[in-house]
């Protein structure tokens, strides 16, 4: 007996895929396909060929008017698979074939399926059907209610020597079996995506970034490395895997994490009103324009000095809050001050710098380089300002004050001569000297410079000078008197204003009447001298001077006469000193008296 077979295909379709599935060579375009329309999903029987006939007069065939429908992935039932066998009695009966017993048997893969029972969930039902001319009857083979790819295989229906056969196949749709729904993304990193899906080839993986194709691979794998997004960016990625029975799509959202960022603004730390000390200053401060899409943890404060100290170049305080005091600063400096947030990933950059000047305490004292007399009532000071770091604040001005080390005006008289025992003199603040005049001659002065700025008149720098020498004062208290007719005694003081240190004094005395004179000197431990061997019943005059290093000072005159008591005690008031003045000067007066005698 010549056996002719039909092949069959039982495929699993997504809607409106079977011109695809024309297209890709499953499904004869020739081939008829009834009761099958083009937009159903689901699994369905075609054909590719006419129903096979075995004999002139016994046929077997499948059924072509029943299309079988579901979906893999569901619990529905597919359409039952069926073959019609028809010939004469008699042609059954000549095979041997009883056609009132399950005489039909079904394979798959070669392997008998039973009547009875199941293999694989399927199960076989006969339905005889009765014709005048011939005897038909259908064989019908049931799926199971679950279909899974254990029913795919070769299947055939045989009467006798007579077969249909047929192939099964359970198509799996496209499916994305992972792809992460979200990624979080910190610091510089890249992102890498992977997009894995099962289905039937040819199966097509694209990726999306933001619906735009990035990448597009067919596999069932798909690896993608996208640059860093820019900061604060929250891309969507999506990732559809496809064949033609279906698509499938998942969605992934990629969160940047980044550290904080002022984004080029000119936010600054904000100065709370009257918060500024000799050390400390409190601070407000705004968010960063972008928090990195996490919460900020810490803020911190640096404030630099804007001057070249050597001190500490800078003071740092941290806090949780967005308000904080930044301490350990110096008094009356000037700070450069930004700020930093932090979240997890890092610290932002710094904000706008605010300056800010702390409140002066008063300053260190100046250096003093040089302090001397420069002449008897003058004294030169040389200074140098306090270090930067010892100021406390902007240098104003400098204030130096003098005092005498005898205060007193009682004590200390300026004799002839107007003097100062004590002032204050102010000083630029940019001078490094100053010459200070009008004081007492050859006195100790105590100096005070002190610095001035906005806190006041700082601490002094200290020093002790003593003016020059001058031409000391007259003595006091002279005293002439006649011991005998040839001897006057001479007595006097010291002179209230010796202007330095009395070396010796100089006497002269002579004849009124002639004005040669010798001069006499005593060290200063003589307060008195004895004119011997002078001419009785002789007016004498006298000449008295201190000396000191720079000179005679000036004199005092009286007379005496050796025939009596001196008629002149010393004291002026009673009109009898002819002349005063230094003694160099009397000195002269008396040597050009004596030639105008010689002359005459």
């Not at 992935?73 to 010939?87: E, I, M, Q, Y």
């Not at 979200?182 to 995506?193: K, M, P, R």
């Not at 409190?282 to 899409?293: D, E, I, K, M």
Request: proline residues 7%.
């Amino acid at each position: 007996m010549k056996m002719v077979k039909l092949r069959c295909i039982i495929v699993v379709l997504g809607g409106g895929v079977i011109a695809a599935a024309v297209a890709a060579g499953a499904v004869d375009a020739t081939s008829s396909v009834p009761n099958i329309s083009p937009t159903a999903e689901g699994t369905f029987t075609i054909c590719l060929d006419s129903p096979l006939k075995t004999t002139p007069k016994l046929r077997i065939r499948p059924d072509q008017r029943r299309a079988v429908l579901a979906n893999s992935n569901s619990n529905t039932t597919f359409g039952d698979a069926r073959c019609t066998v028809s010939g004469l009695i008699t042609d059954f009966s000549a095979l041997g074939v009883n056609v009132s017993s399950s005489s039909t048997i079904w394979y798959q893969n070669g392997i008998p399926i039973p009547t009875t029972g199941a293999l694989n969930g399927l199960s076989i039902a006969n339905e005889p059907i009765s014709s005048k001319d011939e005897y038909i009857f259908r064989t019908v083979l049931s799926w199971p209610p679950v279909i899974t790819s254990a029913i795919s295989g070769n299947y055939s229906c045989r009467i006798g020597s007579d077969e249909a056969v047929f192939e099964v196949h359970v198509a799996v749709p496209a499916q994305i079996t992972y792809f992460t729904p979200s990624l979080n993304v910190t610091g510089n990193s890249t992102i890498a995506l992977r997009c894995i899906a099962i289905g039937d080839v040819p199966l097509k993986l694209t990726l999306y970034k933001n619906g735009v194709i990035g990448r597009t691979e067919v596999g069932s794998v798909l690896n993608w490395v996208v640059p860093r997004p820019p900061r604060d960016n929250n891309d969507q990625y999506s990732c559809v895997a496809s064949n033609i029975f279906a698509n499938s799509t998942r969605i992934m959202t990629v969160t940047v994490f980044d550290p904080p960022s002022f984004n080029g603004s000119s936010t600054r730390p904000t100065l709370v009103q009257d918060s500024t000390t000799t050390s400390s200053v409190y601070f407000t401060l705004q968010p960063p324009a972008r928090s990195g899409n996490l919460p900020i943890l810490q803020y911190t404060v640096n404030c630099t000095p804007t001057s070249a100290y050597t001190f500490a170049l800078s003071s740092v305080a941290v806090a949780a809050g967005p308000a904080l005091t930044v301490g350990d600063l110096h008094a009356g400096a000037r700070y450069s001050c930004v700020y930093q947030a932090m979240n997890m990933v890092g610290w932002s950059e710094p904000s706008s710098p605010v300056t800010i000047l702390l409140m002066d305490s008063l300053s260190a004292p100046p250096s003093i380089r040089s302090a001397r007399a420069e002449t008897a009532s003058s004294i030169y000071l040389s200074f140098e300002s306090p270090s930067v770091d010892s100021t406390h604040g902007d240098i104003k001005s400098y204030r130096l004050t003098y005092t005498a080390s005898c205060s007193s005006p009682g004590k200390c008289p300026c004799a002839g001569y107007k003097c100062s025992l004590r002032g204050t003199m102010p000083v630029s603040a940019t001078g490094t000297s100053v010459v200070v005049r009008g004081l007492r001659y050859f006195t100790s002065y105590t100096l005070n410079l002190h610095a001035v700025n906005r806190a006041g008149v700082g601490h002094p720098a200290t020093d002790l000078v003593e003016t020059l020498e001058h031409y000391p004062g007259p003595v006091q208290r002279l005293t002439l008197k006649a011991l005998s007719t040839s001897a006057i005694t001479v007595t006097w003081e010291p002179p209230s204003e010796p202007n330095g240190i009395v070396k010796f004094y100089r006497l002269w005395y002579r004849p009124t009447n002639f004005p040669a004179a010798r001069p006499n000197e005593f060290d200063t431990n003589a307060h008195s001298y004895v004119a011997m061997g002078l001419t009785e019943n002789t007016d004498y005059s006298f000449t008295i001077s201190a000396m000191n290093s720079v000179g005679i000072g000036e004199d005092v005159r009286g007379t005496a006469s050796t025939e009596s008591e001196a008629r002149l005690d010393g004291s002026p008031s009673r009109g009898d000193i002819i002349e005063t003045g230094p003694a160099h000067k009397a000195f002269i007066g008396i040597v050009t008296s004596a030639l105008v005698l010689l002359l005459l």
